[in-house]
């Protein structure tokens, strides 16, 4: 007998949104985004503490920092992801056409993303290099973004980095396979909105709530049905 060909194991690439933070009252971001305030009115210290306090915090400069859930989720940013896909609002506070092509980012020489990195915008500009981060500028729906982005992955998975209108536009077109929503018990009041309550997607999603062992969030850990 002729031995049997084998079937190939495929892994799916997932999309997935990791470690976003929103208010109590669900925005991502706070209005009057500006160089200075990248977050607008909202305090990226109070939102971001969670895991500000965690020994895997890639910023950390003194020893220590909490273990636990907190952590593993910290650790887990980077794990198996080969592209992000992020809003023009995340890279930058520059609307409309491209005024200054020298601006590159938040994130100065070294950005934290170590994948290529896809800009959703409707005003194209070249492609950036910094260190191992390429940042491409791409006008198209969420559907084609997505494939680019998964064929820049080579096979890994692609994450979701927001913002909050981002993240909403894949939810809708039925993309997003894995949510992580740490929810902050900060109000805004205004903003960039994800949500007006998490359980608008339970329809859609498996979900498990879960406190921070330090108490400063409450993780929301969505699947795909």
Known sequence: MSP???EE???QQLLRVQNFNVSSDG????EG???ERPFGHADPGEMFAWCGATASWPNRTDPGGSRGLDDYLTRDFHHNIGAEIMGRGKFGPQKGP???LEWQGWWGDEPPFHTPVFVMTHHLRPSISLSDTTFHFV???PATV???AKEAAQGKDVRLGGGANVIRQFLDAGLVDTLHVAVSPV????GSRLWESPDELRDRFHVDVVPSPGGSVTHHLFWRK
């Open 27 to 30: 925005f991502g971001a706070g």
């Open 139 to 141: 006008d198209g729906d």
């Open 98 to 100: 491209w005024e200054n």
């Open 33 to 35: 985004q500006s160089l």
């Open 9 to 11: 194991h495929v892994t």
């Open 4 to 6: 049997q060909p084998q």
């Open 146 to 148: 997505l494939a680019e």
């Open 187 to 190: 109000k805004l009041g205004s």
